[in-house]
């Protein structure tokens, strides 16, 4: 009798749960999946953070009855936290990346990504997108084929870029918002319904719209959070000069990003740094030592370095110069940063011994 009675209660706490809320379960994400194939439900997950604003103001719609009794009666549902186990354990894997919290994402029970929604925290708009998701017409594994048939709308490009970015295509990513910069004027630049798109879509320095940014980048200050600008158009910069695209700009586009970056109000000296190692993996690449020389020369006349960055420097001409023409001005890198290391350190030997590499080269 006992045992009927504990069993009578912990339904009741799942019925009381099922009604006031979505019904995010504990176990392991596996078998989430392995319940969904059971139940024949597809699966809902919501990324989050725990430190997330916006992760927070979403958590009182999730809990809601009419939210509560749509979901659990088509999905299993799970809540992921994007500092846990499971980000590199599933999401990685399947090259899904969450560019905004919170972020909603529907499988199937096979764990094929479906669609995925950023909510407005209202518990109607968490319920249509899920009512989204259940509709193959419409969810957003169709988007690449709707755009192949000709789709254009404005809204439609954003939220193919968007899904685009989840499921980690950055090449169509690039050619949608591409498109999306030539269909707006430049005056719609700068508009509010504009300035979403540079946050969260635009990931390439050579779009039109980056071009503006950066060309009149006061304005852009003057008009929305200088903060949010400053991190938006970096982001934009960085992303262009670290991606695999990137790894193919010759020396002088990589200069013009070195402009663009103190053009956004990246100091100077940071600019060199941060355009350094692709400047000069290209002269190297293209056995151009003489120009990867004059290039490492006037960054570091330009700066401060320290011992570390000799060392890195001394040992990169090293193992990556294609002649020996950098020896006569890399003795003098290893005699300041000799006149830094702690005499009869490791660090002196190391260095003594990129000494001997490098007098050893013909």
């Not at 894997?93 to 990504?113: G, H, Q, V, W």
Request: aromatic fraction near 10%.
């Amino acid at each position: 009798m006992k045992r009927i009675i504990v069993v009578s209660i912990a339904a009741l706490m799942s019925i009381a749960s099922f009604g006031q809320g979505i019904n995010f379960l504990n176990s392991n994400i596996r078998q989430v999946f392995a319940q969904a194939k059971a139940q024949r439900k597809m699966v809902f997950i919501e990324v989050y953070s725990k430190t997330c604003h916006h992760c927070a103001e979403m958590e009182p719609n999730l809990k809601t009855k009419e939210v509560g009794d749509f979901y659990n009666q088509n999905f299993i549902s799970y809540k992921l936290e994007v500092s846990t186990e499971d980000v590199r354990n599933f999401l990685t894997p399947k090259r899904i990346f969450a560019p905004s919290l919170p972020m909603f994402l529907y499988f199937d029970a096979n764990e094929t990504l479906l669609h995925f929604a950023m909510s407005n925290p209202k518990p109607s708009e968490v319920i249509r997108h899920g009512q989204t998701a259940l509709d193959p017409a419409k969810r957003a594994a169709n988007f690449r084929s709707r755009y192949a048939s000709g789709e254009r709308a404005n809204s439609f490009l954003i939220d193919l870029a968007m899904y685009c970015r989840v499921v980690c295509d950055t090449p169509l990513t690039i050619k949608i918002m591409e498109e999306y910069a030539k269909k707006l004027s430049p005056s719609q630049y700068t508009s509010k319904d504009a300035w979403p798109v540079y946050t969260k879509l635009i990931i390439d320095a050579d779009n039109p719209m980056s071009r503006h940014l950066i060309n009149n980048y006061a304005t852009y200050k003057a008009k929305f959070d200088p903060k949010e600008v400053k991190l938006t158009a970096e982001n934009i910069v960085m992303s262009s000069l670290y991606s695999s695209r990137g790894a193919k700009y010759d020396a002088a586009k990589i200069q013009q990003i070195r402009k663009d970056l103190v053009k956004i109000g990246v100091p100077a000296d940071a600019a060199n740094a941060r355009t350094l190692l692709p400047e000069v993996n290209y002269y190297f690449r293209n056995r151009q030592t003489a120009k990867a020389t004059a290039r490492a020369e006037e960054y570091l006349n330009g700066s401060k370095p320290q011992l570390p960055d000799y060392m890195y420097i001394v040992k990169w001409f090293n193992s990556r110069a294609s002649d020996a023409s950098y020896v006569p001005t890399a003795r003098k890198w290893v005699s300041k940063a000799l006149a830094l290391a702690p005499a009869n350190s490791a660090d002196a030997q190391e260095l003594k011994a990129e000494l001997a590499k490098m007098n050893s080269r013909k």
